[in-house]
């Protein structure tokens, strides 16, 4: 692989990595504070998962440069990470969640049905692994939307509520990257215009059948990934507190 | 105090196209289709299955041998009269494996739950073993995962490896330190 081919895969790798682990860390904030018991071993459940797809990412990554996963997720500093911000947000109220949590997995179902046809090799088979529990994912985000949309005036209060705050941030997923062109051009990953579409025809019918109106602004919160709110730096704090105790202990 | 949860439905597993459907537990769901999502979170994770059915607490009859034996009149029950239509007999036929309650054992056509355990008892096919506990379910109270679904319900927990807290060993430095 050329060199520049090979630097703008990695930035893509990153970007993946890190926006399933920072959102899979908000997510398993509910642990123990899920709606009710069920939903507080599915929400686990989920957050296990995209922690599992992050450290398919990363491993990808760090087969190409030889890094350690371990230190990219628990010793990096917030400027470096390429998450989008959507993923940093505080975990808001059940409807926030579940709306990002949608928001994404509907990203993830079209983004992944499209990298199944990468020619990275190593990308188009860990696609295969962690497409299915994204469809479940997405399955379990698309009834609670419809639910939480269509159930009580305060139901859907708090549903619209997430949508006016969150439409602005899910559009960021939809920027390339400053590189990202490389890679369509050698077919590694599809562009991103279409997956917009395609994202966009899965979600518009769906929230406006759930009772939603859609936010009539659709500019991107930020336009570069590294670009950060002030919640990633507290998540991190938070995140990566023992493991910089001692950063050379033995596990 | 209220019961303030949602509704109750039991849960059936079935582990191999070859097993029966068995009762695993109860999961709460504002209805089927969150039940059975619900039912894939809680009870198959982990161990294999290829399908599950759901069914509203409130939709099974139960009865056990020691209910039929005391009261002689059992089957004169006064259950809800409907068309004759198909229900689901399940049976407990075993007290070895405490996770085993009742399995599926084959489909009655009767006018009640009353009735269609009586056919299920009186036919030895349904349960050659002693039965500790029949239940009769309409199968029209059945919400099952299809076919489909195994890929993305069921499949990803194979791959998943199952370790007991145990296996983590970050007990045993402090114990060697002597703290």
């Known amino acids: 692989m050329n060199p520049t081919v090979q630097t703008a895969l990695l930035h893509k790798l990153l970007a993946l990595a890190d926006d399933e682990l920072i959102l899979s860390h908000r997510n398993a904030e509910w642990i123990g504070h899920g709606p009710i018991l069920e939903e507080d071993i599915a929400i686990g459940n989920i957050a296990q998962d995209e922690l599992g797809h992050a450290t398919v990412w990363y491993g990808l990554y760090c087969e190409l440069t030889g890094d350690d996963p371990d230190a990219l997720v628990f010793l990096r500093e917030p400027a470096d990470f390429r998450n989008v911000q959507m993923m940093e947000l505080p975990k808001g109220d059940w409807a926030f969640t579940m709306l990002r949590q949608y928001l994404f997995d509907a990203y993830e179902v079209v983004m992944l049905a499209a990298l199944q046809a990468s020619t990275y090799q190593p990308l188009a088979e860990a696609v295969a692994k962690i497409r299915n529990e994204e469809i479940y994912h997405y399955r379990h985000t698309t009834a609670w939307i419809r639910r939480l949309g269509l159930g009580t005036e305060e139901s859907q209060c708090r549903l619209q509520n997430a949508l006016d705050e969150l439409w602005p941030f899910a559009q960021q997923l939809f920027v390339p990257l400053p590189d990202e062109v490389v890679l369509v051009e050698e077919g590694i990953v599809a562009e991103t215009a279409d997956l917009h579409t395609n994202w966009q025809n899965l979600v518009i019918p769906h929230l406006t059948d759930s009772g939603l109106t859609i936010p009539s602004d659709d500019t991107p919160i930020a336009n570069h990934r590294s670009q950060h709110t002030s919640h990633l730096t507290h998540l991190l704090n938070d995140m990566q507190l023992v493991a910089r105790l001692d950063a050379a202990a033995k596990w | ?179």
């Open chain 2, 1 to 179: 105090m209220p019961d303030t949860q949602w509704p109750r439905y039991e849960v059936f597993k079935q582990d191999s196209p070859k097993k029966r459907h068995t009762s695993v537990g109860t999961v709460h769901a504002p209805d089927a289709e969150m039940a059975l999502l619900n039912a894939r979170d809680v009870f198959v994770r982990r161990p294999s299955a290829v399908s599950i059915w759901v069914v509203p607490a409130t939709a099974v009859f139960t009865i056990t041998a020691e209910e039929m034996e005391l009261n002689p009149n059992w089957h004169k029950l006064v259950t809800e009269e409907v068309p004759a239509k198909t229900y689901y007999i399940f049976a407990k036929q075993s007290q070895r494996r405490s996770m085993t309650y009742v399995e599926h054992v084959g489909e009655v056509e009767a006018k009640t739950a009353v009735q269609a355990i009586q056919k299920a008892s009186q036919n030895r096919d349904f349960a050659p073993d002693d039965v500790f506990v029949w239940w009769a379910v309409p199968a029209a109270a059945v919400t099952r995962s299809e076919d489909d679904d195994i890929a993305s319900m069921f499949a990803p927990a194979q791959d998943k490896t199952y370790r007991q807290q145990s296996y983590y060993g970050f007990v045993d430095p402090l114990r060697k330190s002597g703290k």
